[in-house]
């Protein structure tokens, strides 16, 4: 493996809900170059799907990496395509606004880095407690951020769900970063709105520490379902053992997609 001292137990699930009729997520999971990634596609009936895979189907060209920096560049340079071939897409359907969020988790040598653009979020538990690293791209989040609502307005705000960055809605994209250490035991939780539509963070943090990764995920499908699924979801848990060598790379998926099983 390319990610040092560090060895990756990662599962990842997806379900297209209990109101929608398709999935248009999209999970990939690279542990050994370091790249786990949840895309939640927009667009309409089908479209979404178009835009979700486009980003999967580039990060899965990334390849060795040879440092942290070079596996950050490859990464930014796969967004850069799949938004071109969004776009592409986008003006063969006369200009409808079709994209995708992209939340990411890259790992070189016991350094990682959080990608994102959109509300799908990355989570990370250590010692006991749960961090939101992404914060989300909405326009209630920047209505919070300034303070002009509180948290309680938010939860029914009548465009909380309304995203302001996503990939393949622009020429040029935006997205934000938040890097750090990984330390020994611990665990990443990318994710789609569809889980934390019904789930909240207390009830992350209780099943990824009760649970391994494919557990944990089971877990949290099954919580996200029996609360009316609402939207499609999405689930990656990466936990982070100390040692060198490889683990099993194992993967579940409710789609016909092998990037994603």
Avoid at 234 to 243: A, P, R
Wanted: aromatic fraction near 6%.
């Amino acid at each position: 493996m390319t990610t040092g001292t560090f060895r990756f137990d990662s599962w990842g699930v997806t379900d297209r809900g209990c109101a929608r009729e398709l999935n248009e997520d999209r999970f990939i999971m690279e542990p050994a170059i370091g790249v786990w990634a949840v895309a939640d596609g927009m667009g309409g009936h089908d479209a979404g799907e178009v835009a979700s895979s486009a980003i999967v189907e580039q990060l899965a060209t990334i390849g060795l990496p040879t440092s942290a920096p070079d596996l950050r560049a490859r990464f930014e340079d796969r967004l850069l395509r799949a938004n071109r071939q969004i776009q592409d897409f986008s003006r063969q359907r006369n200009g409808a606004i079709v994209g995708s969020t992209v939340v990411a988790l890259i790992a070189y040598e016991g350094q990682y880095a959080c990608i994102w653009s959109g509300d799908s979020r990355i989570y990370l538990v250590r010692g006991g407690r749960i961090t939101q690293l992404s914060s989300d791209h909405t326009e209630v989040q920047e209505l919070l951020n300034r303070g002009l609502i509180d948290a309680e307005q938010a939860r029914t705000w009548p465009r909380r769900n309304v995203i302001t960055r996503a990939i393949g809605i622009a020429s040029d994209i935006s997205f934000d970063i938040e890097q750090g250490q990984i330390l020994p035991d611990d665990t990443f939780v990318l994710c789609s709105d569809g889980l934390t539509a019904h789930v909240s963070t207390e009830e992350i943090l209780q099943s990824v520490e009760k649970n391994p990764p494919r557990a944990a995920c089971e877990d949290l499908l099954a919580r996200t379902l029996a609360r009316g699924g609402s939207d499609n979801v999405t689930i990656i848990v990466v936990h982070c053992e100390e040692g060198s060598g490889t683990l099993p790379v194992v993967g579940s998926g409710r789609m016909p997609s092998a990037i994603s099983s």
